[in-house]
Nanobody
Framework: QVQLVESGGGLVQPGGSLRLSCAAS????????MGWYRQAPGKQRELVAT???????NYIDSVKGRFTIAKDILKNTVYLQMNSLNLEDTAVYYC?????????WGRGTQVTVSS
């Protein structure tokens, strides 16, 4: 059974940092495209960052230069390092794993940026 478990969310002040983790089990992330999405209250879920099976990364414009996605194949875990957080980053962050034959989601972790 495939599972994606996010952790690392919490309450942080503007300008602060958090590192989210997505631990995968049941499937090797080395053959998956991995992504972080987020959903703020009253808004649609949006893609934040992706890392492909080949290692290429992409980010939405609003997080470029502040967020970094990375994967550890040995730990079967994907990370999202978030720096210089601002109020607009407040959301539930979800991990996604997909390829042509598969698509899975974690349950999410709450990130709240507040002074």
């Amino acid at each position: 059974q495939v599972q994606l478990v996010e952790s690392g969310g919490g309450l942080v002040q503007p300008g602060g940092s958090l590192r989210l983790s997505c631990a995968a089990s049941g499937i090797p992330i080395s053959i998956m495209n991995m992504g972080w999405y987020r959903q703020a209250p009253g808004k649609q879920r949006e893609l934040v960052a992706t890392v492909s099976s080949a290692g290429g990364t992409n980010y939405i414009d609003s997080v470029k230069g502040r967020f970094t996605i990375a994967k550890d194949i040995l730990k079967n875990t994907v990370y999202l390092q978030m720096n210089s957080l601002n109020l607009e980053d407040t959301a539930v962050y979800y991990c996604n794993a997909n390829n042509l034959h598969f698509n899975a989601w974690g349950r999410g972790t709450q990130v709240t940026v507040s002074s």
